[in-house]
């Protein structure tokens, strides 16, 4: 049962200012697994007048050992402890106060604070983990100057690491030894972090645009050395690209990055010591996938920008969240849109925001960008803060432009370098750097929702003018039941029939930004010789749902023509869309592969000129959640059979010119973007040859089996491995355990072999999913492993939602281990069980019955808590 207290609300508008702040921090760590002691001595001194008369420290899983104020111990009715922290009464305008605490870094396994797994010592204090490791006003507008001495056994722990600079190191009895760490930038403690451990270090030079050398290191498991570089060098691209592109150059002499199999998210942004999980650092052909190099660039890019917009400039309160997360997603997108392809990073961002975002927004957990109220914060970092934070960063950029946004940053970063500030003071700063007017941009701040554009057109031609209304609603949301029109940048363009770029107005613009403010807007583009087709919304300029009306036919030329990489693709993706969607509501009418489609995608298969990684977007089929997103009751089954027999059509249907591609793409591995795209239409090509099975009777499994065993590296490996293990009918046991036993030393390799079972839509995979959780490389501590299991099976469309309710049972149950074990991790995964409402009654009652099972759990944590109450309000634990 949910108890009160662990349930109690936080509200945005109840934010008030720090009554002391703490000018220093001393931190002395003695590291053991077992009994860690923290001294700390912190210097407070009173900042607002006023009446009270007790200063609440924030403090979770502390033993209080020993307290002193000014240097004599505090008397017992100065103070009070409770599970909370810890409360000073009457205390002094003016005082240090030094406390002593023990507590159990073995012992905790909710990742959250100091903790100690795989051997090594490890922090994550984001948001609200400096408390548990001591006595504290862990709030970030706290910005205080750390020194950190830690002491541990040098045999175990040779490398003691802390934020800033290494000022002074020795040794100790026992053989310990110590070294004291200095971070010149007063910070919030959330960017606190220490590790300790047996590390090897890969090191490098990067000389900033003032000249001055910073030395980069990266901390792995000795054995990891040699996966080391696609980290190194992205985080000095990232460097350069963020002097270059925002003028912002690094400031400490160090930056230390150091990668751990067991951590909650994907990385920490900590003051010059970044603490990483593995899947984001270490890359080597042979066992990363293009993808996972991908995947790091980003994040290493990502948690390198954050050093100014996180750090330097930092956040008042939790409620800001977005303005450090939505404006560094933006800048690592675009920084990856600026190393790759820019098109094809915009599909693959825009098809994040539609998956998990959109969803988010549409069901019981949906929340403004900036939300108003939270129970657990850590629930809110969420693909509505960052990725629909990122896309209303974008749109500030699309209005603005390229310089203005960047008169904007500049302004942004002189004025609060240092500070803790809001989402208002961005927003303020890009107003004042451009006088541009944002006062109604600000409400996609505080609504909820995604909005739904429809657009209506026609070409009239005895006035040769093309007239395009556009109207907006955006729907109900939890606690926001009407909603206002926000303003919607929708970049256009109008294309002839010879898929030219009709000229739009006097200054011969051929592309435009229109701004839709009403809930309806019209305008009418003139001396236009023929009639015109819309290109609207390009580059996907606004988080919304378009509806606009076009014809097979147009569609299909724009799939064709669009200068547009994303409305190009968007094009050839909604020609599929309509197509699976009839075939999920009558199968028959997947009997013949409709002409528009078929034409769209035998072009596509022509242009051997295009890059290889767009033309295998081009030739994506929509997801089944994709799919299903577009139903008003998401028909799994239905989906599901639509979906791959449209598969098997278009396999058999362009069969040879699959085998073609398979083919003419082969060649030896090499790491840069034109082959990454070859290898990506390569595997597409197989794995459209294995649908062409069904109606040519020839076994195409084959060449997926001599892929596996030829692939010189993991992307075309595991690309034929998932095939065969997928396949509904293949018997793939030899290929598993190959499989486990090559990579078995590498638990990033054995996650994949985790998640592509859990991910198979096959009969079996329930039992079978039941049988890795007691396979001896499971590990209820470890959350990747964990994620690779629970959250893959979550995202089995057809297992997870088995009509019977047998998913939903076995993942509640697992939930509700883990809730134990790891509760900010249990919470996140428990979130598609929100989506319920979207289901038919039969699978609304499972999941709902899921719910019910979890909410009635003892010591149910505020975590999970949290995502039940607000999923299922009606719940009985969540009165
Ligand atoms: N700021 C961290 C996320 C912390 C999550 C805390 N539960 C990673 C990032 O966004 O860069
Ligand atoms: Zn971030």
């Known amino acids: 049962m949910i108890a009160q207290d662990n349930n109690a609300v936080i509200h945005r508008e109840d934010y008030q200012p720090p009554l002391y702040r703490i000018t220093e921090v001393a931190l002395n760590v003695h590291l053991d697994p077992e009994n860690t002691e923290v001294e700390a001595c912190l210097h407070f001194q009173r900042l607002t007048a006023g009446p009270e008369s007790e200063l609440h420290l924030d403090g979770e899983s502390l033993e209080l050992l020993s307290i002193l104020r000014d240097g004599q111990p505090l008397a017992e009715n100065l103070f009070r402890s409770d599970a909370t922290g810890l409360t000073l009464l009457n205390p002094e305008p003016e005082f240090l106060l030094e406390t002593r605490v023990k507590i159990h870094p073995a012992a905790n396994s909710t990742l959250s604070g100091l903790y100690f797994a795989g051997g090594q010592f490890l922090t994550q204090c984001e948001a609200e983990g400096f408390r548990r490791i001591t006595y504290y006003l862990d709030r970030p507008d706290c910005l205080a100057k750390f020194t950190v001495t830690l002491h541990a056994s040098r045999k175990t722990c040779p490398v003691l690491l802390a934020n800033g600079n290494c000022i002074a190191q020795g040794d100790e009895d026992n053989d310990w030894h110590w070294a004291r760490w200095e971070d010149p930038y007063p910070k919030p403690a959330y960017l606190f972090a220490m590790v300790a451990g047996d590390l090897a270090v890969q090191r490098d030079v990067f000389v900033t645009q003032s000249g001055r050398s910073v030395t980069l290191e990266i901390y792995v498991a000795e054995r990891d050395l040699g996966a080391c570089d696609q980290a190194m060098e992205s985080l000095k691209r990232a460097m350069r690209w963020d002097e270059e592109g925002y003028g912002r150059e690094y400031d400490l002499d160090r930056y230390m990055i150091v990668a751990t199999d067991s951590f909650n998210m994907g990385a920490m942004e900590n003051k010059g010591l970044n603490i990483f999980n593995s899947k984001y650092v270490l890359a080597s052909p042979e066992t990363a996938t293009d993808t996972d190099y991908q995947g790091v660039e980003s994040v290493i890019a990502h948690e390198y920008f954050h050093n100014w917009t996180g750090n330097r400039v930092t956040l008042r309160d939790w409620f800001q969240l977005s303005l450090k997360e939505g404006l560094t997603v933006f800048r690592d997108q675009e920084f990856s849109a600026d190393m790759n392809s820019r098109g094809v990073q915009r599909i693959g961002d825009v098809r994040r925001l539609r998956s998990a975002q959109f969803p988010e927004d549409a069901g019981p957990l949906a929340h403004p960008v900036r939300p108003d109220a939270y129970s657990e914060i850590n629930n809110f970092y969420t693909a509505t803060v960052y990725e629909k934070g990122a896309e209303l960063v974008r749109m500030i950029h699309t209005l603005l432009g390229k310089e203005g946004f960047r008169r904007g940053t500049d302004l942004y970063f002189e004025r609060h370098d240092g500070h803790a500030v809001t989402i208002e003071d961005f927003v303020e700063a890009m107003e004042e750097a451009n006088h541009y007017d944002l006062s109604r941009f600000r409400c996609w701040y505080s609504q909820a929702g995604t909005p739904q554009v429809k657009a209506e057109g026609s070409y009239d031609p005895a006035s040769r003018s093309y007239t395009l209304t556009l109207q907006q609603s955006t729907p109900a949301t939890p606690g926001q039941p009407n909603k206002e029109p926000v303003p919607i940048p929708v970049r256009m363009a ?236 293949h018997d793939a046991e030899d290929i598993l355990l190959d499989f486990y036993q090559k990579w078995q030393d590498y638990p990033l390799v054995i996650d994949k072999w985790f998640a592509i079972q859990a991910m198979a839509p096959r009969p079996d995979t329930l039992r079978h999913v039941q049988h890795l959780l007691v396979h001896p490389a499971f590990d209820w501590k470890v959350p990747n492993r964990v994620r690779a299991v629970l959250g893959a099976f979550s995202m089995n469309p057809t297992l997870f939602h088995a009509a019977d309710g047998s998913g939903y049972a076995f993942f509640a149950e697992q939930i509700r281990r883990l809730d134990d074990i790891n509760p900010q991790t249990a919470a996140r995964l428990a979130t598609p069980l929100s989506r319920w409402q979207r289901y038919d009654k039969v699978r609304q009652q499972g999941m709902m019955n899921a719910l019910q099972l979890l909410a009635a759990k003892a010591k149910l944590s505020r975590d999970l808590a949290e995502v039940i109450q607000r999923s299922y309000p009606a719940s009985p634990g969540s009165a």
């Open 494 to 729: 109008l294309l002839n029939t010879q898929g030219e770029k009709a000229v739009l107005d006097k200054t011969g613009a051929v592309e435009k930004v229109i701004l839709l403010e009403q809930a309806s807007q019209s305008w009418t583009f003139e001396g236009l010789p023929d009639p015109v087709i819309p290109s609207l919304l390009r580059g996907f300029s606004a988080p919304v749902r378009l509806d606009i009306a076009l014809d097979d036919q147009a569609r299909s030329f724009l799939a064709g023509v669009d200068d547009d990489p994303f409305n190009r693709w968007e094009s050839a993706q909604e020609l599929a869309l309509k197509t699976l969607l009839s075939g999920v509501k009558n199968h028959q009418e997947l009997e013949v592969l409709p002409a528009a489609l078929k034409q769209a995608l035998s072009a596509t298969l022509k242009q051997s000129q295009m890059d290889p990684a767009f033309r295998a977007e081009l030739l994506t089929l929509p997801s089944e959640d994709y799919i299903g997103e577009q139903m008003p009751v998401i028909a799994v089954d239905a989906i599901h059979r639509a979906r791959e027999t449209l598969l098997d059509k278009i396999g058999a249907h362009f069969h040879d010119e699959w085998l073609g591609l398979y083919q003419d793409l082969a060649g030896a591995y090499e790491r840069d973007g034109a082959s990454i795209g070859r290898r990506r239409l390569r595997n597409m090509a197989l794995s459209y040859l294995i649908h062409s099975d069904h109606s040519r009777h020839e076994d195409m499994t084959l060449h997926a089996r001599q892929q596996y065993v030829q692939a010189d590296n993991m992307t075309d490996r595991l690309a034929a491995f998932q095939l065969l293990v997928q396949h509904p009918k």
